[in-house]
C-alpha cells in the first residue's frame, strides 16, 4: 500500500450509460492498476456475449445481472494511484431504480467525477447526481465529456454541452469558473492519460493528471476540538479511557475539555495513539485518552468531547435538508426513525415539513407538504428523544450530516442547517 500520498474518495457519477464504468475501467487500466490481458480477456468475453464494447465497464460491473444487462448496480470501489494520490473510486449507478445505491456512494466522497455523453448532454440523473452530490457535501467535481468520438470531436458540440452544465451546477452551488470540463472518449481512450491529436483545440489537462488538481480533504484544525466517543474503557493504574477519531480540531495535553449531552467536564491527562503517548491529536487520529475528573459511568459512546470553553452543541430542535431515498409509504409529521450522526443512534422526531425541493434544482416545490416520499428532497425540523450533539454543518461539516434508518434500512440522508441549542449549564 502505497498509504504515503493522501487519500481520496471518488464518487464517479451521471446519467444512465453515459459511460461512468467504462472510465473507471480506463482510468484502472492507464494507470497500471488492471492489465492489459485482462481488459483483452473481457473484451473476447463480451464480444461473444453480444456486449461489444463493455470490456471497461466489465472491470468494475462484477455482478452477472450488471453484465447481462449492461449496466451498473450496485456501487463498486476500487483502487488506483496517481502521483499525488491513492484513491478509492466508488463506481455509481446511474439507472433511476438505483439512485439509493448512487446516495450511499457520493455520502462516502470526497470529490466526483461526472460523466456526460456528448451526444445526449444533460439528462434527467445528471441533474439529480448533481443536486444529490451537493446535499451530501461533495465540493469538487471535475467533468468528463464523454463519448466525444461519437460526435467527431466536434469543439462545437463540447461547448454547447459545457454551456448547460455550467449553467447546471451553478445552480447548486458549484462554480464553473473553477471547474474542469475535459472532452474525453473512454472507450477511445482519447484525453484520459494525454491529449488527444483528435481535440486540437482543447488546451486543458486531461483526466488523469487532471485529478491531481484535487485539493486533499482537508485537515480542519482551525476549528474547535470535536471528538465523537466511540467506547469508554476503565484501565486499572490509568483510569478513564475513552476512545474515538478526532474529527476536527487538536486535542492537546493539559487541554480542559466538556462531554455533551453527558455535560460532564475534565482536563486531558495523556493522549495514546498506537500504544504510544502523543502530545496532542489532530482531524483522522484514533485515540484512546486519560480524563481526569471523569468516571467510567460518566459517559459513553455517542457523547462529543470538546474544549470546555465552546463545548459540542446539544440540539432542543434542528432543522435540516433531507432527502428521501426509500419510504414503504410516506413520511409524514410524527415519524420517528433513528439518526446516525458520528457515533450516536438517536431515535428523532419529525416535528414540521417545511418545504418540498426539486431534487434537480434545490429550488422549493410545495410549501407545507403534508408527506413526503421515495425521491423527495425537503427542508425539515426535527426533535431528538433525547439529548444529543449535532452541529451545523456550515461549521461542522462533519458532525453535521446523518443518515435516518428505520427497520434495516437507509430512509434518508441530509445535514443539518441550523439548530436551536439546548441550555446546557
Ligand atoms: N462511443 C463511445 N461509447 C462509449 C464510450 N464510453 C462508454 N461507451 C459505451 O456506452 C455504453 C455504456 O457504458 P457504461 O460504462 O456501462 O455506462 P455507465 O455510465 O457506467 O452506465 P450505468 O452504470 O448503467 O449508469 C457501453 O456500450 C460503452 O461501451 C465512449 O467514449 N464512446
Ligand atoms: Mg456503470
Known sequence: MASEKPHMNLAVIGHIDHGKSTLVG??????????????????????SKGKATFEFAWVMDNLKEERERGITIDIAHKRFD?????????????????????????????????????????MEQTKEHVFLARTLGITQIIIAINKMDAVKFDEKRFNEVKKDLSDLIKMVGYKPDETLFIPISALGGQNIKVNSPETPWYKGLPMIPALDTFKSPDK?????????????????GIGTVPVGRVETGIMKKGMKVSFMPANKDGEIKSIEMHHEEIPQAVPGDNVGFNVRGIGKGDIRRGDVCGPAEAPPTVAEE???????????????????????????????TFMELKKKLDPRTGQTKE????????????????????????ENVKDLPQLGRFAVRDMGSTIAAGMCISIQAKQMR
Open 82 to 122: 496517481t502521483p499525488k494520490f491513492y484513491f478509492t473510486v466508488v463506481d455509481c449507478p446511474g439507472h433511476r431504480d438505483f439512485v439509493k445505491n448512487m446516495i450511499t456512494g457520493a455520502s462516502q466522497a470526497d470529490a466526483a467525477i461526472l460523466v456526460v455523453a456528448a451526444p445526449d448532454g444533460v
Open 26 to 47: 480506463r482510468m484502472m487500466f492507464e494507470t497500471g492498476a488492471v492489465p492489459a490481458h485482462i481488459i483483452e480477456g473481457y473484451r473476447k468475453e463480451a464480444e
Open 220 to 236: 480542519p484544525t482551525d476549528k474547535p476540538l470535536r471528538l465523537p466517543i466511540q467506547d469508554v474503557y476503565s484501565i486499572s
Open 367 to 390: 410549501e407545507n407538504p403534508t408527506f413526503l416520499k421515495t425521491g423527495d428532497a425537503a427542508i425539515v425540523v426535527v426533535k431528538p428523544t433525547k439529548p444529543m450533539v449535532i
Open 318 to 348: 434542528f432543522t435540516a435538508q433531507i432527502v428521501v431515498l426509500q419510504h414503504p409509504s410516506a413520511l409524514t409529521v410524527g415519524y420517528t426513525p433513528v439518526f446516525h450522526c458520528h457515533t450516536t443512534q438517536t431515535a428523532c
